[in-house]
């Protein structure tokens, strides 16, 4: 239960007694029952840069958004926003990139689109803070619930992986 450990003891027992009763996955599936068809660096730079112009136009440009293997759960890291500043003929150039894990090539759409808002986010705000949360809720009005479900996905697979040792 490690990725619940910030939530409530209510939450958390409710999650326990999905898993005791093994209907955790059966209880994922229904809501989102399929994956997204976004494999590429391409569409996922361009599905990135949609959400950015609807919600953040006035935001700093992304140089890459990009699937990366070096971002992983195991690391604490779901998507990356790396703000890079480079000396260039005396001056200096700052460019953003967001670096997502690639388990996310295999999830559903809405999870994808939570951590991209996620990292957006962090355009604007770089804290977790108040105004942080606000404007994830504005790009997605579920970012809280997708947080959670995204967080009981992980707890699944942490699951079924052990099952196999």
């Known amino acids: 239960m490690k990725y619940l450990s ?8 409710q999650v ?17 029952p399929s994956a997204h068809d976004l494999s590429s660096n391409d569409q996922l730079y ?38 890079i500043t480079r000396a260039h003929g005396g001056k200096l150039k ?21 951590i991209l ?6 355009l604007k705000e770089r804290d977790h803070n108040k105004s942080f949360y606000q404007l994830c809720q504005h790009m997605e009005p579920d970012y809280f619930q997708l947080e959670l479900d995204l967080r009981l996905m992980l707890t699944w697979q942490e699951i079924e992986q052990e099952s196999l040792y």
């Open 6 to 13: 910030g939530y409530s003891d209510n939450i958390q027992q």
């Open 117 to 122: 808002v996620h990292e957006l986010a962090h």
């Open 46 to 83: 361009r599905y990135g840069q949609d959400l950015k112009q609807r919600y953040m136009k006035k935001a700093p440009p992304l140089k890459k958004i990009i699937f990366d293997p070096k971002v992983s759960v195991l690391h604490h890291a779901l998507g990356l926003n790396a703000h």
């Open 16 to 32: 326990r007694q999905l898993v005791e009763q093994g209907r955790l996955k059966e209880y994922l599936l229904k809501r989102y």
């Open 94 to 114: 700052a460019s953003h990139e967001i670096r997502i894990d690639p388990c996310f090539k295999r999830c559903p759409e809405d999870f994808l689109r939570m």
